[in-house]
């Protein structure tokens, strides 16, 4: 069974750009969770998706944004980008359909902004 | 108060040691409990859970969980320098649809 696939895995942008990120979940999987992870803060939640709506959101800006397909492949966007956006964004799925306890992860997109 | 939190370490025990990780959580969290490892560079993978009072043992691991103190920690016995990675703490959030939530984890060293 394929692992959680995310893409790209590297992306460099620049201040006041706007970038997408790919996440497609295990096949069965529902719930998609988005994380950002960075050396100061550690895994932030960005929000969680099932079945094409947002279940739950963390404390981001607008500017973050996520949405989910009816096959469960999910997609974020950041718009208007800052170099505070830099970091290593991970997405989770999950097999359980009430709850988002035990996560599988992809191996992340790392973005730099500059 | 944050809902979870974790001393950064690093934590460098010797090989063959006991390692201690400690995780305290807010009144805020519900009661599943989880670990994860992070070696540099990979992602997190879940190593154990812990949803009630006491201990859960699993290999070399054991998870211990105190609602009393609101702390919960996880022991790895015969610790190797494969075990160095860094060890996430995490919590459900209570409320709404379940949200998982990790402290800033542990780095922990193991030194032949």
């Known amino acids: 069974k394929a692992g959680v696939t995310q893409t790209p895995r590297y992306l460099i942008k620049t201040r006041g750009q706007q970038v997408t990120l790919s996440c497609s979940p295990i096949?069965?999987?529902?719930?998609v969770s988005w994380y950002q992870q960075t050396p100061g803060q550690g895994l932030q939640f960005l929000f969680e998706?099932?079945?094409?709506?947002?279940?739950n959101k963390g404390n981001f800006p607008g500017r973050f944004s996520g949405r989910q397909f009816s096959n469960s492949r999910s997609e974020m966007n950041v718009s208007t980008l800052e170099l505070g956006d830099s970091a290593l964004y991970l997405c989770a799925s999950s097999p359980w359909e009430g709850s988002n306890e035990k996560l599988f992860f992809g191996s992340g997109t790392q973005l730099s902004v500059l | 108060q944050k809902e979870v939190e974790q001393n950064s370490g690093p934590l460098s025990v010797p090989e063959g040691a006991i390692a201690s990780l400690n995780c305290t959580y807010s009144?805020?969290?519900?009661?599943?409990f989880f670990w994860y490892r992070q070696y540099s560079g990979k992602s997190p993978e879940l190593i154990m859970s812990i949803y009630s009072n006491g201990d859960k043992e699993d290999g070399r691991f054991t998870a211990q969980l105190n609602k009393a103190s609101q702390y919960v920690s996880l022991l790895i016995r015969d610790s190797q320098p494969s075990d160095s990675a860094t060890y996430l703490c995490a919590v459900i959030l209570s409320g709404g649809y379940n949200k998982l939530i990790f402290g800033a984890g542990t780095r922990l060293a193991v030194h032949p």
């Open positions: 096949s069965g999987h529902r719930s």
């Open positions: 009144d805020r969290v519900s009661q599943s």
């Open positions: 998706y099932f079945s094409e709506t947002q279940r």
